[in-house]
């Protein structure tokens, strides 16, 4: 009852927020240079990671930190739920999305995501988003922005395991970038098929940087994959799955 409690408190916040953000900051940003706006509508996601904090029990094991790049790079990370879009925004911005086009729709959280130029794609069109995702991808990287991609596609739960796209390899490959990996245990805390959030410790590990120079995508990929996986198989609480 009282993890009910506290994520019906946690939501409160969770949307009251997000209605003050659309008054107060959304009309302005639209007319500031890009970095700027970042750093404005970035507000939300620094009050969501400590209200999720305060409100639901939650408390944070962030390691690495010291691993993330001075210039760009792709963020490659596990994809569990809400929790690590948050999170990542504020990891090393300025950071393109590449997401789904359906939240750009949101009134208000959509708003504000279109102002921070993502790579939105249509997943009905599979052949079309793959060639958006490479031309779009290294033309960020090359205005100095890191771009994050899932390398699962989509939100996987906790102990099950999804074949990693290379996609992300491929951009950071074109581009001359290094990768990123972040591996994390938010879908334990922050469930991705239930409203009900969980107290326990959030764990977030970041990766020395995978070097693309003179490797295939493929090549990368495989180091990427066993990282992050490795990383998971020490901080998830429900067992990883082997590998198919």
Not at 70 to 83: F, K, R, S, T
Not at 168 to 193: D, F, K, T
Request: hydrophobic share 45%; charged share 20%.
């Amino acid at each position: 009852m009282i993890n009910v409690v506290r994520s019906l408190v946690f939501y409160f916040g969770y949307f009251f927020a997000m209605l003050v953000i659309g008054v107060l900051f959304l009309p302005i940003a639209p007319f500031l240079p890009l970095a700027a706006r970042y750093r404005l509508l970035n507000l939300y996601n620094y009050f969501l990671m400590v209200w999720f904090k305060v409100a639901c029990g939650v408390s944070y094991d962030i390691q690495g930190r010291e691993n993330i790049p001075d210039g760009p790079c792709v963020i490659q990370a596990n994809h569990q739920c809400e929790w690590e879009t948050v999170f990542l925004q504020v990891m090393k911005p300025p950071v393109c999305t590449v997401l789904k086009q359906e939240l750009l729709k949101i009134p208000v959280f959509g708003w504000g995501l279109r102002l921070l130029r993502p790579i939105s794609l249509d997943r009905s069109k599979p052949a079309r988003a793959m060639k958006q995702v490479l031309t779009q991808g290294v033309a960020r990287l090359g205005t100095g922005l890191s771009v994050l991609i899932f390398p699962e596609g989509t939100r996987v739960d906790p102990g099950v395991r999804k074949r990693y796209n290379k996609s992300g390899s491929v951009v950071a490959c074109r581009a001359g970038v290094p990768v990123l990996p972040v591996a994390h245990n938010a879908g334990e805390r922050w469930p991705g098929r239930d409203w009900v959030k969980q107290p326990g410790v959030l764990r977030v590990r970041i990766g020395m940087p995978i070097e693309t120079a003179g490797r295939t995508p493929d090549e990368v990929l495989v180091d990427v994959e066993a990282w992050i996986e490795g990383q998971l198989q020490e901080i998830s609480e429900i067992p990883r799955p082997t590998a198919r």
